[in-house]
């Protein structure tokens, strides 16, 4: 099967699995949205879920949060782990949206990945879920399932990335980043996986997965 036409399949597929789709993490504000996607390094969006209502009540906003204490942040989250290197970066990114931004979260991929804990991928979903702008973050899901389907080498999630954006159209990014991550969660898991059992997987994948 040529590249396309794994690409065609799996679009057509995605669609008429998950037509329309909605962001996992609870928020209320562009704000929010970026502490959500910040806490979600690294464990899940139930998890997150599950401390955010508690956080947001204190303070949904940067003037807000920078008035609370490192250990009253630290003591909501902890159940997301890396609770504090993500109190700091909490703290660090909401003083410099109140310094340096006026308190607003900005339209930039280049100033948010200047926030302390926000790399690109985080980045990615603010400006695609926040903003509208064409992205396709690369978790773990997006990862595993780019490789699985023989898309990209899975040498790296800049190279899943790139060939991610190469060869599915911009328009279809933010959309398909979402349902892949919810078909990863449902149809294709990290652990325990049969591929022969997999709606995509078991017509578009590598052979190796076969073996």
């Known amino acids: 099967m040529l590249k396309q036409d794994k690409v065609n399949f799996i679009i057509d597929k995605l669609d008429a699995i998950y037509p329309e789709v909605s962001a996992p993490l609870t ?35 940067p003037e807000k949060m920078i008035t609370l204490d490192y250990e009253t942040i630290y003591s909501i989250i902890r159940p997301c782990g890396l609770g504090p290197a993500k109190s700091k970066a909490i703290l660090g990114l909401s003083q410099i949206l109140v310094d340096r931004y006026d308190g607003i979260v900005p339209n930039d991929f280049a ?39 023989g898309l990209s080498s899975g ?10 954006k190469r060869l599915f159209p911009k328009e279809k990014w933010s959309k398909l ?22 709606p995509i997987t078991s017509v578009v994948g590598r052979r190796s997965l076969f073996r």
Request: contains cysteine.
């Open 27 to 61: 928020h209320s504000s562009n704000y929010t949205l970026l502490i959500a996607v910040l806490l979600s390094a690294n464990t899940t969006d139930k998890s997150v879920n599950k401390v955010t209502p508690t956080l947001f009540k204190r303070a949904n906003s």
């Open 111 to 149: 100033a948010l990945e200047s926030f302390p804990g926000v790399g690109h991928k985080t980045a990615s979903v603010v400006m695609s879920q926040a903003f509208g702008v064409p992205a396709f973050a690369v978790d773990t899901h997006v990862h595993r399932l780019i490789y699985r389907w």
């Open 155 to 164: 040498r790296s999630v800049k190279q899943t990335e790139r060939d991610a």
């Open 177 to 198: 980043h979402l349902q892949i991550v919810f078909y990863g969660r449902d149809y294709c898991p990290a652990k325990n996986f049969n591929p022969n059992k997999c």
